[in-house]
Each structure stands twice: as C-alpha cells, then as structure tokens.
C-alpha cells in the first residue's frame, strides 16, 4: 500500500549528497508502539461500523432467498443492537413482519408491523410485496389508523445478567443461568438459542423461570470441540425481542477441548488466531510508521529483536 524510501537515504538538500540515515529504536519499544497503534485503531472500528447496522443487510438477503428462520434470527438481533436509528428500527420492523408472514405467524407480523407505523407512518408496501401480505399489512394499517395512530414513548430498557462458562467438557450437559432486569414486566418468556460451533442455525429451547433465574440447558450432543454457541433473547407478548445477551451474529462461546488436549490455551486453533492478530498488528503499525515517516522525508528503521 505504501511504498518505502530508498533504504537508508534522507531527502538530499540543494548542492549536498544524500547521506545515510538510520533510526534505530529498542526493539520492545518498536514492538510495543506498533501493537499499540494497531490496538488504537481496532478499538475505533467497532464505532465506524455501528454507524449502521450490518445485521439489517445480512436479514434482507437472508429474506430474499427465501431462508425465512435464519432470517428471523438475524433480524431478531439486529433489533436489540444499541444505536439503531428511528428508520433502521422501521426497516427491522418491517423485515420482521415479511418474515413472520411467510413464516405463516401472523400474530407476530401483526405486532411487528404495529410497532414500525409509528416509527415510519407513510409507509406503504409496493409491488413486490404478495397481495396476500399486502392485504394483511393494509388491515393493520386500517386498524392503527381508527385508533388515532398510537405512538408511546420508548419504555425502560431490558438488561440481562449471565455469566458465561469458560470450558465444557466433550458431551457433557452444560446448564446456564441468567437474570433478566425489565422494569417495565415486558418480558414474556426467555429463550436460549444454542449450535455447535460448526452448525449454521441455531436451536432455540425455552428456559424455565424460577423466582430471580431463568434456567436452561445445552444438551450434551451440541457440546462438542472445538465450541460451543449461545445467546439468551427476551421476548415479550407479541413474541418480539426486547433484549439479547448475545445474539446470532455476536454469541456468547464456550471453548469444548478435545479429550486429553488440555485447556483452550494448548489448542492449535487458538494460537493461530492470536497469531494472525498480533502479526496483523505489527504490520498495522508498521505501514501506520512508514506512512509517518514518508511525512517526515526520512526512513523509520523498526527493529524487533
């Protein structure tokens, strides 16, 4: 991407010869700067990217290709993100009740579809919309509208408390607790959705309630290496999310050993990934200190000893 300077040349000066130029600096120092920048910009891409929601893409094509559940679940996540704007929340309303239609739940398309007129009240569904949806959806609009178009204010957030396992054991049964904190008694029920590590969707089981918790269990025939994937999803009446711990795109993990193999700490896999992070962010802040020295007109000489 960048292109370095003739090695160890400085830009010469009118009626002088170039002269070599060589900036050593200590190794754990050059080495501690470059992960250091690299560490810097890592933390600021999670701000760019959340300026829009990904999973709101991600369940339109999920959608258009007819793979209806997993494009429930994509959009179930997408609408308990934090930062969503007033359109994105109509977009994943909207979504949502096109998914739950064609997903032949109309009670949930309804409540859906009920809660983005508020949030975008001129929307009208176009052509490409079914007849039969588009007769539906009407009939909802008909039946906001002789109520006055209702609108309340956004009721207090829904938090869950869970604290994850680090490791399970081949085939064992992991069981799972977490509190829900809903100010407001929106949550209707809370489900746990769980898969392999390798599996494309997830399976969602009820937990059971009992005084403060909320209980369930992975069976053991998910829980094989090298992970296993969960999130928890609040529901309420309507049976729309109101808030996640995890979701389908960002799941909690639990790293599940090979027999014999040690902890998480010994597993190839894991290595390779740190490697690939630190490696990267040398090399980040490498180009990051060359762009600064082509700045500069000289040749920063990182070395790592």
Not at 192 to 212: I, P
Not at 266 to 286: A, H, R, Y
């Amino acid at each position: 991407m960048h292109r370095l300077p003739a090695p160890g040349l400085a830009p010469a000066r009118a009626g002088r010869p170039r002269a070599p130029v060589r900036e050593r600096a200590p190794g754990r120092l050059a080495v501690s700067l470059a992960l250091a920048i690299a560490a810097g910009l890592a933390a600021l891409a999670p701000a760019a990217a959340s300026a829009q929601n990904p999973l709101i893409e991600q369940g339109q094509a999920q959608f258009d290709e007819l793979r209806f559940e997993e494009a429930l679940q994509t959009l179930s996540a997408a609408l308990v993100r934090t930062g969503n704007s007033r359109s994105e929340s109509a977009t994943i309303y909207r979504l949502l009740a096109l998914t739950y239609l064609a997903l032949g739940r109309e009670e949930e398309a309804a409540g859906a579809y009920r809660s983005m007129l508020p949030l975008d009240p001129e929307y009208a569904p176009d052509e490409s919309v079914s007849p039969r949806m588009r007769e539906f959806l009407d009939g909802i609009r008909a039946a906001w509208e002789e109520a006055g178009r209702p609108g309340s204010p956004p009721p207090p957030p829904v938090s869950i408390r869970h604290r994850s396992p680090a490791e399970a054991e081949r085939e064992t049964e992991v069981p799972l607790t977490a509190q829900v904190e809903d100010p407001a008694g929106r949550v209707e029920r809370l489900v746990l959705a769980y898969r392999q590590g390798t599996n494309a969707v997830f399976t969602r089981v009820d937990t059971t309630h009992a005084g403060e918790d909320y209980t369930a269990t992975i069976p053991s025939d998910a829980v094989a290496p090298p992970l296993v994937e969960y999130y928890f999803e609040a529901l309420d009446a309507t049976n729309l999310p109101v808030a996640a711990r995890g979701d389908v795109a960002a799941p909690l993990r639990i790293a599940v050993p090979e027999p014999g193999g040690g902890n998480v700490l010994e597993e190839w896999w894991f290595w390779t990934i740190i490697g690939v992070v630190v490696v990267g962010g040398v090399v980040g802040g490498i180009l990051i200190a060359d762009s600064l020295s082509q700045q500069s007109g000289g040749t920063l000489v990182i070395s790592v000893e």
